[in-house]
């Protein structure tokens, strides 16, 4: 029995971008494109009526923009909310910030290849998000004076962490995967995926995106440490 292909919704105010974003997906045997919207608005109403699993969401558009249609669509009560990906360019990274708080699972650069595109959509259907390392520290480097000082007070569901799981959330924050925290801690892959689902359950956080932009906020990783 063959599974059911990934199903996408397209949200972007410029038609052809939309156009070949379609051309892209639609070329694999695993991911339909099931509908297209011009504006936030819109995309909410679309993602309503379609049910897509994945939200395309460009930030920038009349009407609702990306950032607050993202906040509505990820908290519609369904048994299995949308994933979305959220398109941006480099001057907008600020609003990619918001998309990320907004429940965002990840986001793309509008110039993704269409190799990189196709495998993230893949990743967020899963129920993983894409973390891209070098352009998520560079965010949040430039957001650092919103950040806490270092000698903040610890908030207190962080202090319900062991401190192996900090060490997991950190290597997270950094964009490292599952295999690369196992082999930085010396342990197995299995043991991460436990170590990440204590850390999301225990600080109600909805995936590892989420997961970076706290330990970020709340001060357990610094801008610019590696």
Request: negative net charge; hydrophobic residues 45%; charged residues 25%.
């Amino acid at each position: 029995m063959t599974s059911q292909p990934v199903r996408v919704l397209l949200v972007d105010d410029q038609p052809l971008l939309r156009t070949g974003f379609r051309m892209i997906l639609e070329a694999e045997s695993d991911i339909a494109v099931v509908g297209e919207s011009g504006d936030g608005e819109a995309a909410i109403a679309d993602t309503r009526a379609l049910q897509p699993d994945v939200v395309l969401m460009d930030i920038r558009m009349p009407r609702v923009d990306g950032v607050e249609a993202t906040r509505r669509i990820t908290g519609t009560a369904r048994e299995h909310s949308p994933r979305v990906l959220v398109l941006t360019t480099f001057d907008l990274d600020e609003y990619v910030v918001e998309a990320l708080r907004a429940g965002a699972s990840g986001f793309l650069l509008k110039d993704v290849p269409a190799d990189d595109l196709v495998a993230a959509i893949r990743t967020v259907a899963s129920g993983d998000a894409v973390v891209a390392p070098s352009i998520t520290r560079r965010l949040l480097d430039m957001f650092a004076t919103r950040l806490p000082a270092t000698n903040s007070p610890t908030p207190a569901n962080l202090q319900q962490l062991t401190e192996r799981e900090r060490e997991v959330l950190k290597l997270v924050a950094r964009g490292y995967s599952n295999a690369e925290i196992a082999a930085d801690l010396v342990v197995s892959e299995t043991t991460v995926k436990t170590h990440v689902g204590n850390v999301l359950t225990k600080l109600s956080l909805r995936d590892r995106v989420q997961a970076a932009v706290y330990a970020y906020e709340s001060g357990l990783v610094q801008p610019g440490a590696i």
